[in-house]
């Protein structure tokens, strides 16, 4: 359910061949996804399960919820509570999975419950019925572990809402079929929790990993790394933060080349990667995305991060202010950029105060408007000049004031 194929042109990604994104779009969505995040308060306590927390009960409940006849006693007796612990866990990260990219689009909802996984298995549950009731179930059958349901091949079975796994001195006893459908039991339970697992471990991999890697390294100098930059940011990251992406392998089950269509309806040879989990697909897109000039970048203003699509490089993302939404966060963003350089740089810091004096002028009729845009372009060239240190500033700051 959560491996998928991804197709790379340029910086286009085509999901299993079929929706489009832009390199490192899909990673940008991840980091501002901070649903399991959100509740934490300043001392770092929440109300909800922590990320790190909730892989550790899924890890474990995996482990207490594999059926043998050797089972611990209290996870035997604890089974149907585990049970819905994790689907409490499953459906938290299924709330992510049904608004985030690429699973929003390549899955359909609603996903296959885990308690839908154990009722395939009935076998290994009690049902609630005496052992000597042979009475044919129906759909006004209840017992206290469930209710009467039809299975898809039209059977009448007993759905089960509590789970009660058999005795296991019972499983001591099977051989032949009954071991093989008690391992296909086990297996299944294990696929569904490795998946759910990888994924989550994907999603602590982007906010503590990717992020900082992204915001303390590759903008630190507000500016698209060169591939030196980027090498060398790689480098000093595995080094200064742990493992850094070492512990971070691409897991590709196949790779080729396809054909596909791009918007003009050309064809176009991409190629194709098969990937086992989205934590090996964004480490790819990252470093692909890079080549590209497709970063990530997070918004001074607001925080959240915004993809830069290549060309000129922004600090500041393009949403609308909450409270003034005429404006985005780059109106303001540059704003501040040019109050910051009439403050602290000398050359802006004349550019400003001669453009004000030159606009009270303007305003008061003692110049025309013809006159004033002269002037503006005139004392622009200047300014752009003296930043160059093309002409000295004692000239620059002479001109600018006549």
Request: glycine share 4%; hydrophobic share 35%.
């Amino acid at each position: 359910m959560f491996s998928f194929r991804a197709c790379f042109w340029m910086s286009d990604v085509y999901i299993n061949g079929k929706y489009k994104y832009a390199a490192n779009e899909i990673l940008t969505a991840y980091l501002n996804a901070t649903d399991l995040y959100e509740n934490m308060g300043a001392d770092g306590l929440d109300n909800s399960d922590a990320p790190g927390d909730l892989l550790h009960d899924l890890n474990s409940l995996k482990q207490k919820l594999i059926l043998s006849d050797g089972m611990d006693f209290e996870d035997y007796t604890r089974y149907s509570d585990n049970v819905y612990a994790a689907i409490r866990v499953f459906t938290k990260l299924n709330a992510l999975l049904e608004k985030l990219p690429p699973y929003n689009q390549i899955i359909s909802f609603p996903l296959k419950t885990f308690d839908d996984l154990l009722n395939e298995h009935t076998f290994f549950f009690e049902d609630g019925r005496d052992d000597d009731d042979d009475s044919p179930i129906t759909w006004d059958t209840i017992t206290s572990v469930g209710f009467g349901d039809q299975m898809d091949n039209g059977n009448l079975f007993i759905r089960l809402t509590r789970f009660i796994p058999v005795d296991p001195a019972r499983m001591k006893e099977y051989d032949g079929d009954m071991l093989q459908s008690l391992q296909e039991l086990n297996n299944d339970i294990t696929a569904f929790f490795d998946g759910y697992i990888d994924f989550l471990k994907s999603y602590i991999a982007v906010h503590t990993v990717f992020k900082s890697y992204i915001a303390e390294y590759l903008h630190r100098n507000n500016s698209f790394p060169s591939a030196n930059d980027v090498a060398a940011c790689f480098e000093e990251f595995n080094k200064s933060e742990g493992q850094g992406f070492r512990k971070i392998s691409c897991q590709m089950e196949s790779f080729g080349y396809k054909v596909l269509k791009d918007e003009r309806h050309q064809p176009i040879l991409c190629e194709e990667i098969s990937f086992a989990d989205l934590q090996s697909f964004l480490f790819f897109d990252l470093f692909n995305g890079i080549k590209h000039s497709y970063l990530p970048n997070q918004c001074k203003q607001c925080g959240r991060f915004f993809l830069i699509r290549g060309g000129k490089y922004y600090s500041y993302c393009d949403a609308p202010l909450p409270d003034e939404p005429e404006k985005t966060c780059r109106d303001v963003g540059a704003r501040k950029r040019y109050d910051d350089k009439c403050k602290t740089d000398p050359i802006w810091q004349t550019y400003n105060r001669a453009y004000k004096a030159h606009y009270a002028r303007y305003m008061k009729k003692k110049m025309t408007v013809s006159e004033f845009e002269e002037w503006s372009r005139f004392a622009s060239e200047l300014r752009d000049k003296a930043i160059a240190e093309q002409i000295p500033f004692e000239q620059y700051y002479a001109a600018i004031r006549k």
